[in-house]
């Protein structure tokens, strides 16, 4: 059974950093893109930054873009998010989310990922 557990999440004051960690069991990722996702209260789950299998190319959303960095450790079976440069508007629970396709492209909806997390709690105070 495929597991993903989110973790690395709270409050923190608008301009911090967080580093979020997604630690997957049950199967290697190696081979797959991994993403997160963030969901605010009210809001639909968005798309934040995806990585490819091989770590050779990541994507951003453009309201993190230079501000994020996705990367993983295949060899820990785990993907990390930092965020620094917090803003109040990232606040949101995350998601960590496996790619359906192996050794495919990044996706940027929902529908491409078959494997998801429970969510971590983020929270940035102005």
């Known amino acids: 059974q495929v597991q993903l557990v989110e973790s690395g999440g709270g409050l923190v004051q608008a301009g911090g950093s967080l580093r979020l960690s997604c630690v997957v069991s049950?199967?290697?990722?190696?081979?797959?893109?991994m993403g997160w996702f963030r969901q605010a209260p009210g809001n639909e789950r968005e798309f934040v930054a995806a990585i490819t299998w091989n770590s050779g190319r990541t994507y951003y959303r453009d309201s993190v873009e230079g501000r994020f960095t996705i990367s993983r450790d295949n060899d820990k079976n785990t993907v990390y998010l930092q965020m620094n440069s917090a803003k109040p508007e990232d606040t949101a629970v995350y998601y960590c989310?496996?790619?359906?396709?192996?050794?495919?492209?990044?996706?940027?909806?929902?529908?491409?990922?078959?494997?998801w997390g429970q969510g971590t709690q983020v929270t940035v105070s102005s």
């Open positions: 989310a496996k790619d359906q396709v192996r050794l495919g492209t990044i996706h940027l909806y929902e529908s491409s990922y078959d494997y």
């Open positions: 049950g199967r290697s990722i190696e081979t797959y893109a």
